[in-house]
């Protein structure tokens, strides 16, 4: 068995499913179905059931998932360790980071780093906050982008920005409005919910009038622009934005209610050469505006 085959098998455990597992790996159906068939005769075992609602691992099959991880995580370790004695940078730098965080800092972000060293490669995983600190440690990821630490390590973080929450619409409001006013809510994290809900029930005796209820905060943040209620949205969406009008969020003591973006990663990681130039980038980046104040130097 080679790489590939232990990158079908992780790639089929974590997605469970033919369809997807096909797409990511750019195969064809038929093509990743016999090669499955052919790796369950070369381990003698039956990696896996296929039903009506989709696949299950056995638990042979689950074993054979957990290893490939490891030989994966070996050769990739290996691979940079290689890359580390070069003079040059390159390899795939892994990173995870929630939707908004994805589609507002990293393509600008990654795309100067690329500029700097064209022969890095990205591996980008989108998840919530609560969720990158899981695939840091399951998919041996470098790096994590999240809006709240969560008690990750504080000598392996890095704060980014920070960012405050506002009350947004496209018309003059008060505060005080905000009860007779039409709310844009937005599907979000547990303890992202809690922190907002907290902040209302402090300021206001009846709940929020929810004219509309969308799947994402990028869709909200749309139908707030479009004039179809108001939203209470991060900064980071609504800094020079044109028509709008915002009221920052404080708490009881009239402190602002704050949204820190961190940087974080394992320790040790930034003994590789790549690990640590991306890193040494970043601190050099202004996240107010996603710019990188260094000279360009390799």
Same mark, same amino acid.
């Given at each position: 068995m080679d790489e590939r085959d232990w990158q079908i098998i992780k790639t089929l455990y974590e997605e469970k499913n033919i369809t997807k597992t096909a797409r990511i790996l750019y195969l064809s159906q038929p093509a990743l179905t016999t090669r499955i068939k052919q790796i369950e005769n070369h381990l003698g075992i039956t990696l896996i059931y296929r039903g009506n609602k989709g696949i299950t691992f056995t638990s042979a099959g689950e074993r054979a998932a957990i290893f490939a991880l490891k030989i994966l995580n070996e050769i990739s370790t290996f691979k940079e360790e290689l890359a580390n004695l070069g003079d040059e940078i390159g390899g795939i730098l892994r990173i995870a980071a929630p939707s908004i965080l994805a589609s507002y800092y990293l393509p600008q972000l990654l795309s100067k780093f690329q500029e700097l060293y064209p022969k890095v490669t990205f591996d980008i995983s989108i998840a919530p906050s609560s969720k990158v600190l899981g695939l840091m440690n399951s998919k041996a990821l470098h790096f994590g982008f999240l809006r709240n630490d969560f008690g990750w390590d504080e000598h392996a973080k890095l704060l980014l920005t920070t960012n405050y929450v506002c009350a947004v619409a496209t018309k003059p409001f008060k505060l005080e409005d905000l009860p007779d006013m039409t709310r844009i809510d937005y599907d979000t994290e547990v303890y992202y919910r809690t922190f907002l809900d907290a902040w209302w029930n402090d300021n206001f005796?009846?709940?929020?009038?929810?004219?509309?209820?969308?799947?994402? *905060?990028? *869709?909200?943040?749309?139908?707030?622009?479009?004039?179809?209620?108001?939203?209470?949205?991060?900064?980071?969406?609504?800094?020079?934005?044109?028509?709008?009008?915002?009221?920052?969020?404080?708490?009881?003591?009239?402190?602002?209610?704050?949204?820190?973006?961190? *940087?974080?990663?394992?320790?040790?990681?930034?003994?590789?050469? *790549?690990?640590?130039?991306?890193?040494?980038?970043?601190?050099?980046?202004?996240?107010?505006?996603?710019?990188?104040?260094?000279?360009?130097?390799?």
């Open positions: 005796k009846v709940p929020p009038k929810i004219g509309m209820q969308v799947s994402n *905060l990028d *869709l909200s943040k749309e139908m707030v622009f479009k004039g179809l209620g108001y939203g209470l949205l991060p900064s980071i969406l609504v800094d020079d934005k044109p028509g709008l009008y915002s009221i920052p969020l404080c708490d009881k003591k009239g402190k602002l209610l704050a949204r820190n973006t961190w *940087l974080i990663y394992k320790s040790g990681i930034l003994d590789m050469k *790549l690990s640590r130039t991306f890193y040494e980038f970043v601190k050099e980046c202004d996240f107010g505006k996603c710019l990188y104040k260094g000279e360009g130097k390799k």
